[in-house]
Antibody, heavy 121, light 109 residues
Framework: EVQLVESGGGLVKPGGSLRLSCAAS????????MNWVRQAPGKGLEWVSS????????YYADSVKGRFTISRDNAKNSLYLQMNSLRAEDTAVYYC??????????????WGQGTLVTVSS | SYVLTQPPSVSVAPGKTARITCGGN??????VHWYQQKPGQAPVLVIY???DRPSGIPERFSGSNSGNTATLTISRVEAGDEADYYC????????????FGTGTKVTVL
């Protein structure tokens, strides 16, 4: 059974940092691209960042570029998101999601339960 | 960047058919994926590549995509279908970004 379990969320002051983790199990982690997607309270889904299976390709949404860093450790079956210079607008539930790549498109076939990040003074 | 527009809400009586639209410029040339999200839960994939259903998703869920509109159709709606629904495309031309629609709240009357 595929499982994705996020951790590391919490309350942080504006300008602070936080590192999220996502522990994967039930599949060959090193064979899949992984992503972070967030959802602000009462709002819709927003893609944050993507990393390919071997970390060769990394992409970010403009809203987090230069502040967030995605990484992975295939030996530990883990995905990470280092978040620096946090702002109030980064407050959201952060989900890690597995990507399926196919015929000219990509989608998320499994999601974790999410971890809440609150940026407030 | 690419924009996907959904109606904020759709209301439907039990047993009837709900249709949720997702509008985008020439969206028919892209593959559209759909997610269901119930309150306090993570999104769940219900349709991929316009009309394919993952295992475990009822046949009542179907999808289509043409022109400037993609549609998720839920037939014989049940109370358990009440949720938010999001469409999504992958925009290879814009830093390989994933674009989500604005979301539609489906209410079962």
């Amino acid at each position: 059974e595929v499982q994705l379990v996020e951790s590391g969320g919490g309350l942080v002051k504006p300008g602070g940092s936080l590192r999220l983790s996502c522990a994967a199990s039930g599949f060959t982690f090193s064979s899949y691209s992984m992503n972070w997607v967030r959802q602000a309270p009462g709002k819709g889904l927003e893609w944050v960042s993507s990393i390919s299976s071997s970390s060769s390709y990394i992409y970010y949404a403009d809203s987090v570029k230069g502040r967030f860093t995605i990484s992975r450790d295939n030996a530990k079956n883990s995905l990470y998101l280092q978040m620096n210079s946090l702002r109030a607008e980064d407050t959201a539930v952060y989900y890690c999601a597995r990507v399926r790549v196919g015929d000219g498109s990509c989608y998320f076939d499994y999601w974790g339960q999410g971890t809440l990040v609150t940026v407030s003074s | 960047s690419y924009v996907l527009t959904q109606p904020p809400s759709v209301s439907v009586a039990p047993g009837k058919t709900a249709r949720i639209t997702c509008g985008g410029n020439n969206i028919g040339s892209k593959s559209v994926h759909w997610y269901q999200q119930k309150p306090g839960q993570a999104p769940v994939l219900v349709i991929y590549y316009d009309s394919d259903r993952p295992s475990g998703i009822p046949e009542r869920f179907s999808g289509s995509n043409s022109g400037n509109t993609a549609t998720l159709t839920i037939s014989r709606v049940e109370a358990g279908d009440e949720a938010d629904y999001y469409c999504q495309v992958w925009d290879s031309s814009s830093d390989h970004s994933y674009v989500f629609g604005t979301g539609t709240k489906v209410t079962v009357l």
